[in-house]
């Protein structure tokens, strides 16, 4: 559960610092780049692509796990190689 709930924080971080950026940028008041410095924006981004491929090497780990009644609803291992950035 951790790895998930983890997942989702650096989600939301991220998802936020952008969606500060764009709300910063219509409005045209101070320029973005002297509020938000770009290195806060990056690390965001880092500890999200972290997050997110922990997910994804859990999932080449196990496969076969039923997500349904369903014969065909049975979850395929991740089996190629991926790049989340």
Do not use: Q
Not at 8 to 28: A, L, P, T, V
Not at 33 to 44: G, S, T, V
Request: charged content about 40%; proline content about 6%; glycine content about 4%.
């Amino acid at each position: 559960m951790k790895p998930l709930s983890n997942l989702m924080k650096s989600n939301f971080d991220y998802f936020c610092i952008n969606e500060m950026m764009r709300k910063e940028k219509e409005r045209g008041e101070v320029p973005i780049e002297d509020r938000i410095p770009e290195w806060r924006k990056l690390a965001l981004e880092r500890v999200f692509i972290d997050d997110y491929t922990e997910i994804c090497r859990i999932l080449t780990l196990y496969d076969g796990v039923k997500l349904g009644k369903e014969p065909d609803s049975e979850c395929k291992r991740l089996k190629f190689p991926y790049d989340i950035k």
